[in-house]
């Protein structure tokens, strides 16, 4: 990957977090690892103490939250890419410290992840954070960090009944897949835009890459038909560059050993291309 600004270079700051232990397909934890090393950088690679238990996720997702913090207080804009999505839960605890006033959140995924431990079927965290982002259940960890009207969910095309009557009690906006397909993704993520921006002091981008249709993003652990086509969304990510209140972008659930011919790794690689205003050159 060559990345170019005004023909100098630029470094979008990165932090790599290397937890799996909220998904049932832990090798998730190996995707941050995977990007860094195409990157051919360190970067800050925070991982948990240890492979599962609430006490490990509770410590990780705080750790997690503090190394957001720190490091979007030097600077305009960070990536952070995340293992499985219950990663979420600190990340953007994290940047909501880092930015003076509320936070804004575009959620993209094929799930809602609005599930807490009390009404989910499976118990596995990644499909929490949503929940927890909000305030609800025993993960949200001292309260809401998103106020649901500055919420917006995109490309939902599989949950479950308690996730939707969360989210539709608590009035945040989720566009399925066929709303998605229906308006077009430039003018979903328009309105998902105002949705975030509108009385906040920035706002974030969280991307599940099952949200992606698997033609584009294979390497996932949880793929679903049918989602947004990667030539529609990278358009719409380098439109973001130059948003002074665009402060983060998270790419989560990356699964390197499902990936093939290293589709999704490229496709991750483009993304902080995009977001970072700079030149992409793959060399596959």
């Excluded at 600004?5 to 397909?25: H, R, T, V, Y």
């Excluded at 991982?47 to 030097?74: E, H, M, W």
């Excluded at 993003?217 to 002074?244: C, Y």
């Amino acid at each position: 990957m060559v990345i170019n600004m005004d023909g100098k270079q630029s470094e979008l700051k990165i932090i790599a977090a290397a937890s799996g232990i909220g998904a049932p397909d832990q090798r998730c934890a190996l995707g941050p690892e995977a990007v860094m090393a195409a990157l051919g950088r360190q970067g800050e690679i925070v991982v948990p103490s240890s492979t599962g238990g609430r006490a490990a996720l509770d410590a990780f997702v705080a750790q997690l939250a503090n190394a957001a913090d720190a490091l979007l207080n030097d600077e305009q804009r960070i990536a952070i890419l995340s293992g499985d999505h219950s990663c979420a839960i600190g990340s953007w605890r994290g940047v909501s410290r880092a930015v003076d006033g509320p936070l804004g959140l575009i959620w993209v995924d094929a799930h809602m992840d609005a599930h807490t431990p009390e009404s989910s079927p499976s118990g596995f965290w990644h499909g929490m954070p949503v929940a927890a982002l909000l305030g609800q259940g025993s993960l949200s960890c001292g309260g809401a960090v998103i106020r649901p009207e500055n919420l917006c969910l995109l490309g939902v095309r599989s949950y479950e009944d308690p996730e939707a009557e969360l989210l539709q009690q608590l009035g945040v906006r989720v566009m399925s897949m066929d709303e998605v397909n229906c308006l077009g993704v430039e003018a979903a993520m328009l309105e998902a835009l105002t949705i975030a921006k509108t009385g906040t002091a920035g706002y974030g981008l969280s991307i599940d890459l099952d949200g992606l249709d698997p033609a584009d993003a294979p390497g996932v652990g949880s793929p679903v038909v049918g989602g947004i086509r990667a030539a529609e969304l990278l358009p719409v990510l380098a439109g973001l560059a130059s948003d002074t209140q665009f402060r983060a972008l998270e790419v989560a659930e990356f699964n390197p050993v499902n990936d093939v011919e290293q589709r999704t790794l490229q496709l991750v690689l483009q993304m902080l291309s995009q977001i970072s205003g700079a030149a992409y050159e793959s060399d596959h």
